[in-house]
């Protein structure tokens, strides 16, 4: 009898824990979907391209180092799923015209890239190792950025050939996005490991 209660009480507790580990990283996710249509506010624009530079690509590096890939991926799809809602959060508004404007192809790789960075980052330890999972992240938004960028020039009939898509939609950003992934790299570690003891 007695080990049969001590057993309904470990299993009880268990439930508990998953639970409530639950409900974090529900929080979490959500956490990073908001903070990612907070990184679309800060923008500016350079010359010679249509697409702005934002605190977008900073987020979501620090989803996929911090919340892992499974759950940076959520998050990432959480904001997109809210933008195209309706919701004002992309740098561009909301709704389904910033997915098919000239910078649908990024917010697209926005999952992937959490995804990718979490995958790699969740493998070693070290800033060096978050450092390479950013860098990683940084190109699979760009491979998708760009793609849709040549897509969207031709279409639109702006024409141009691969060295225009590049210099344009890859090319000016590659500076300021390394150094985003530099940041990421140096404060995700302690992040990672408060939302570990939560």
Same mark, same amino acid.
């Given at each position: 009898?007695?080990?049969?209660?001590?057993?309904?009480?470990?299993?009880?507790?268990?439930?508990?824990?998953?639970?409530?580990?639950?409900?974090?990283?529900?929080?979490?996710?959500?956490?990073?979907?908001?903070?990612?249509?907070?990184?679309?506010?800060?923008?500016?624009?350079?010359?010679?391209?249509?697409?702005?530079?934002?605190?977008?690509?900073?987020?979501?590096?620090?989803?996929?180092?911090?919340?892992?890939?499974?759950?940076?991926?959520?998050?990432?799809?959480?904001?997109?799923?809210?933008?195209?809602?309706?919701?004002?959060?992309?740098?561009?508004?909301?709704?389904?015209?910033?997915?098919?404007? @000239?910078?649908? *192809?990024?917010? +697209?790789?926005?999952? %992937?890239?959490?995804?990718? &960075?979490? =995958?790699?980052?969740? /493998?070693?330890?070290?800033?060096?190792?978050?450092?390479?999972?950013?860098?990683?992240?940084?190109?699979?938004?760009?491979?998708?950025?760009?793609?849709?960028?040549?897509?969207?020039?031709?279409?639109?009939?702006?024409?141009?050939?691969?060295?225009?898509?590049?210099?344009?939609?890859?090319? @000016?950003?590659? *500076?300021?996005? +390394?150094?985003?992934? %530099?940041?990421?790299?140096? &404060?995700? =570690?302690?992040?990672? /490991?408060?939302?570990?003891?939560?």
């Amino acid at each position: 009898m007695r080990q049969r209660i001590t057993g309904l009480l470990a299993a009880e507790a268990a439930q508990k824990t998953a639970v409530q580990r639950l409900a974090v990283e529900l929080a979490a996710v959500t956490a990073f979907a908001a903070l990612t249509a907070l990184g679309a506010r800060v923008q500016f624009h350079l010359p010679g391209t249509l697409v702005p530079v934002t605190g977008q690509v900073f987020c979501v590096l620090l989803a996929g180092c911090v919340l892992g890939s499974r759950l940076g991926f959520v998050s990432q799809v959480q904001y997109l799923a809210a933008g195209v809602a309706g919701a004002p959060v992309f740098a561009l508004g909301g709704g389904i015209g910033p997915l098919l404007g @000239p910078t649908g *192809g990024y917010l +697209v790789g926005f999952p %992937v890239a959490a995804l990718v &960075v979490g =995958a790699i980052a969740q /493998r070693g330890q070290g800033r060096v190792w978050s450092l390479a999972a950013c860098l990683c992240g940084v190109a699979a938004i760009y491979l998708f950025g760009a793609t849709w960028y040549g897509v969207w020039r031709s279409v639109t009939g702006a024409g141009g050939g691969i060295a225009a898509v590049l210099h344009e939609s890859v090319l @000016p950003f590659i *500076g300021v996005d +390394v150094a985003k992934a %530099v940041l990421v790299a140096a &404060v995700a =570690a302690p992040l990672r /490991r408060r939302l570990s003891a939560v």
